[in-house]
């Protein structure tokens, strides 16, 4: 059971820092703003983060629910601090990969914002500001207050 839990953390440790470089790389391509090739990027990260998701799960059958430091302290002191360093390297790479994400998120959103702020301003400056277009392409400056057909124009 050892070597499964420690090889399960080992694969996870280097899925994190890869799931990290991948999302720094996610974040170089929103700056230059490349959504095709964030689209394709996210369906690795998608994927690495599924991946990860089952080796957790793995470590948490294999222990029945037991924590990984609980389950060092039963091991001898050599194995047991192998078990440490890997779950220390884990946890700090779940951090990091945690801050990278919410870099992304920001940034992402702060992208939508700019976009939406701009397709209001397009908009606005295509839209008329008084009267609606006649029959001949040109801007009628005053619509009729009541209706055309109540006051007798056909």
């Known amino acids: ?7 399960s953390l080992f694969r996870q440790d280097k899925a994190l820092h890869l799931l990290r470089d991948l999302l720094e790389e996610e ?3 929103l700056l230059g703003r490349d959504t095709g090739a964030v689209a ?25 629910g037991k924590r990984v430091l609980e389950y060092a302290e039963t091991l001898p002191e ?10 220390q390297s884990v946890d700090a790479g779940e951090q990091g990969v ?10 992402s959103l702060a992208l939508l914002d700019q976009s ?3 397709l209001k301003a397009l908009t606005s400056q295509v839209t008329p500001l008084t009267g609606v277009y006649s029959r001949n392409g040109d801007i009628r400056r005053s619509a009729h207050p009541q209706a055309a ?5 056909l």
Request: glycine letters at 2%; hydrophobic letters at 40%.
């Open 1 to 7: 059971m050892y070597q499964i839990i420690q090889e």
């Open 27 to 29: 974040y170089e391509i």
């Open 40 to 64: 394709s990027l996210e369906f690795s990260i998608q994927e690495l983060i599924r991946q990860i998701a089952v080796e957790k799960s793995l470590v948490i059958r294999s222990l029945s």
């Open 78 to 87: 050599d194995q047991a601090s192998v078990l440490r360093q890997l779950f």
């Open 98 to 107: 945690s801050r990278q994400a919410s870099r992304n998120a920001q940034l």
């Open 116 to 118: 939406t702020h701009n």
């Open 149 to 153: 057909l109540i006051s007798g124009r």
